[in-house]
């Protein structure tokens, strides 16, 4: 149950985080392109790469699961799960599964925007 909880709370500070950073993007660079975004994956990831990189050099600190579930799982998850995308990914190719990584890639991107595309076709046949 613990578990559940530090991921819950991450997740809303992800998610404030992440609302505030599309906030101010807009104000600044205004809604021609999705600057907020770009800039909440690109972050979420290189925090995802430190977060990975120190947690693996102290690798059976169990102490630091909950830790690891709160800011990887929880917060960045709430700012971007591109950011986990990102690291499974990495994990894949650098155990040098590079055909699956790049499958991985290419299945994730197609079959989101399809889904997204689905969502929203099912929404407008309703209405």
Known sequence: MQAFLLVFLGAGIGGSLRHGVNLLALRHAGSDFPYGTLFINVAGSFAM???AAWFAS??????????????????????????AFSLE?????????????AFYVILSVILSLLGLVAGMALVRSLA
């Open 49 to 51: 790469g430190l977060l």
């Open 58 to 83: 102290k690798a059976g600190a169990s102490t630091e699961q909950p830790v690891k579930l709160f800011l990887m799982t929880g917060v960045l998850g709430g700012f971007t799960t591109f950011s």
């Open 89 to 101: 990914t990495m994990a894949l190719w650098e155990r040098g599964e590079i055909g699956a990584a």
